[in-house]
């Protein structure tokens, strides 16, 4: 069975202090690895997607890592707006859909 | 602007009554979803469309109902039948390739009376 597994589940930060967000995945033969942030009461947003082994993306303070088992999001000086739910998830083995882990909550502090 | 609106944001229901949740969008995307987020759970698949006029259950379809008759709408029923349907519910797009990420709307939180 599919699986994804976020953690920690929940993660404070002081501003500029940088961690990362890991995601461990089982499902055979991966079509994609995805990342989203959400806020409070919203709809998830699209940050990234990786394919293979030993690709990364960057956007501003986020970089996105795959390895054949897991995925991390490194978060760099963070800032206090940084401070959502992030969201893994790998595509099903069937169909179009998405298989989501349950997500991280970071908070970052001024 | 492209993108996927839902509505209504809020939704009251009394038990035993059945309510329809829109979700529309403009991208094009051949391929829609419906998923269900709970507290401390992640998102869940409740029904999916990858063309017009075809829809597959997901992993909670029990008590919901879904049609796509149209490539831009894709509404979401919530029956009688469904035993906790408070929670708030999100769908997404996608093109038909199925390597590509889905956009999400803004979601409708329901909650029963």
């Known amino acids: 069975e599919d699986q994804v597994t976020q953690s920690p589940e929940a993660l404070r930060l002081q501003e500029g202090e940088s961690s990362s967000l890991n995601c461990s995945y089982t499902v055979s033969g991966l079509r994609g690895l995805f990342w989203y942030r959400q806020d409070p009461g919203k709809g998830p947003e699209f940050l990234f997607t990786?394919?293979?082994a030993g690709e990364e993306k960057e956007k501003e303070r986020l970089k996105a890592t795959l390895t054949k088992k897991e995925s991390f999001l490194h978060i760099t000086a963070p800032k206090p707006e940084d401070s959502a739910t992030y969201l893994c998830?790998?595509?099903?083995?069937?169909?179009?859909?998405?298989?989501f882990g349950k997500g991280t909550s970071l908070l970052v502090t001024p | 602007d492209g993108g996927i609106t839902q509505s209504p944001k809020y939704l009251f229901r009394k038990e035993g009554q059945n309510v329809t949740l829109s979700c529309e969008q403009n991208?094009?995307?051949?391929?829609m979803y419906w998923y269900r987020q709970d507290p401390g759970q992640g998102l869940r698949l409740i029904y999916y469309?990858?063309?017009?006029?075809?829809?597959q259950k997901g992993d909670i379809a029990e008590g919901y109902s879904v049609s796509r008759e149209k490539k831009e709408s894709f509404p979401l029923t919530v029956t009688s039948a469904q035993k906790n349907p408070t929670a708030f519910y999100l769908c997404?797009?996608?093109?038909?390739?199925?390597?590509?990420?889905?956009?999400f709307g803004p979601g409708t939180r329901l909650t029963v009376l």
């Open positions: 998830a790998v595509r099903k083995n069937s169909g179009y859909a998405l298989n």
């Open positions: 991208l094009n995307h051949d391929a």
């Open positions: 469309s990858q063309i017009v006029n075809d829809f």
């Open positions: 990786l394919y293979s």
């Open positions: 997404a797009s996608s093109t038909g390739d199925s390597y590509n990420e889905q956009f």
